[in-house]
């Protein structure tokens, strides 16, 4: 089964500063996509930027950027130029790639709750 | 475009009751996903519904339950509740799974608050 694991329960950053969430995961795939989600206090959950597993390129989506380590499992996230409206609670996400019986199950890990100091 | 919607948005019952609840998925969206998240933890996926049918199942009692109906709408029911069954309990909607090369990001919705007393 696959898991994923946020070691880091809370985080702080200044605004403005650049912060650097951590991520781990463990699977057996070779196909699989992962996921950074924000959910603010509005609960509602929010996709940040997603990381093809095929695709080396780390992605970016302005302000953020993951560091994909595939060998190591590792996908951290990076917020640049933070601002106050990305305090939030931040989770990582596995989901296997297309084709698999459990195709489309989403993983998430435990979180990680981010404040944003002015 | 309406995103994904689910309803009531906040529920209390007591222990021993059902409930049901219910969402709509985004438009275009035929697979709808449902996930119990506990305060201050991850969503932990209950199950997945697609024409219809129940396709997946994450590890959860036979106490919960879904449905789809035609319109791809859904409900997830939960008999005999237990006061662990507080959270809040998340729809996901996405396209037709398992299709390769076919973007099946999920659009959630904006969650409803079980509280069981």
């Known amino acids: 089964a696959q898991t994923v694991t946020q070691s880091q329960p809370e985080m702080s950053v200044q605004e403005a500063e650049t912060v650097t969430l951590s991520c781990t995961y463990d699977?057996?795939?070779?196909?699989?996509?992962l996921f950074w989600y924000k959910q603010p206090p509005s609960r509602q959950m929010i996709l940040v930027i997603r990381?093809?597993?095929?695709?080396?390129q780390n992605a970016t989506e302005n302000r953020f950027s993951v560091n994909f380590q595939k060998a190591a499992k590792s996908f951290s996230l990076k917020i640049s130029d933070s601002q106050l409206g990305d305090a939030a609670m931040y989770f990582c996400a596995y989901r296997r790639g297309a084709g698999g019986t459990s195709y489309g199950k989403l993983t998430f890990g435990q979180g990680t709750i981010l404040t944003v100091h002015p | 475009d309406a995103g994904v919607t689910q309803s009531p948005t906040h529920l209390i019952k007591t222990r021993g009751q059902q409930v049901t609840l219910r969402c709509s998925p985004k438009s275009g969206h035929d697979t709808v996903s449902w996930y119990q998240q506990a305060l201050g933890q991850g969503p932990q996926f209950i199950f997945q519904?697609?024409?219809?049918?129940?396709?997946q199942r994450g590890n959860f009692p036979d106490r919960f339950s879904g449905h789809q109906y035609p319109n791809y709408s859904s409900e997830l029911n939960v008999n005999a509740l237990l006061l662990g069954d507080s959270a809040l309990y998340l729809c996901?909607?996405?396209?037709?799974?398992?299709?390769?090369?076919?973007?099946?990001?999920?659009?959630f919705g904006p969650g409803t608050r079980l509280t069981v007393l």
């Open positions: 990381q093809e597993a095929y695709k080396q």
């Open positions: 996901a909607s996405s396209g037709k799974p398992g299709l390769a090369g076919v973007d099946n990001e999920q659009f």
């Open positions: 699977t057996s795939e070779s196909d699989y996509y």
């Open positions: 519904y697609y024409e219809e049918e129940e396709r």
